[in-house]
């Protein structure tokens, strides 16, 4: 049986477990729940464009919309944005995100090299956006922000690890 009250060793004093810092862990958070619903969202609406593409062309639909409560050129609109971008904009977004997931998890676990795989995902995500649709100067001071933000914790408290 273990004795809970053992002297520790000098090598449990050499090397830390490095504590994460609250703000850290609190743009992590954020940052995994923004890129697993976007990739939910992106991966759904690639799945279902082509259904997507029909029922925006299905009269029997939009007349039934209509009977919801959803005149035609609100369905119209809402189909019209979404298909107005190609189809692989969604796959290549999901794909994205999922590397967004991933830098952040290595952040989350205080590695460094989760900063540079997070930042590479997210401004591969605003050229892609730029590509195939407008981009907002909001989603481009967003994503600065956090990177920025991600940038000084990096250099403050992640390790490079081997």
Known sequence: MEDDN???TFSEFENPEPKRPGSLTFLCVFSFINAVLQ???NIFTFMSYNT???LSEDEDYLEMMEKFGMDSEMSEAAFGNLLSVDRIYYLLTALLFVGSFVGV?????MQKRGFHIYAIAQIL???VAAMF?????L???LTALFILAY???SKRYMKDVE
């Open 6 to 8: 053992q002297i520790p």
């Open 39 to 41: 990739f939910i969202s």
């Open 52 to 54: 997507m593409v029909a």
């Open 105 to 109: 998890l290595y952040m989350w676990k």
């Open 125 to 127: 995500i605003m050229i």
């Open 133 to 137: 649709t407008s981009v907002t100067g």
């Open 139 to 141: 989603n481009v001071v």
């Open 151 to 153: 940038y000084l914790l």
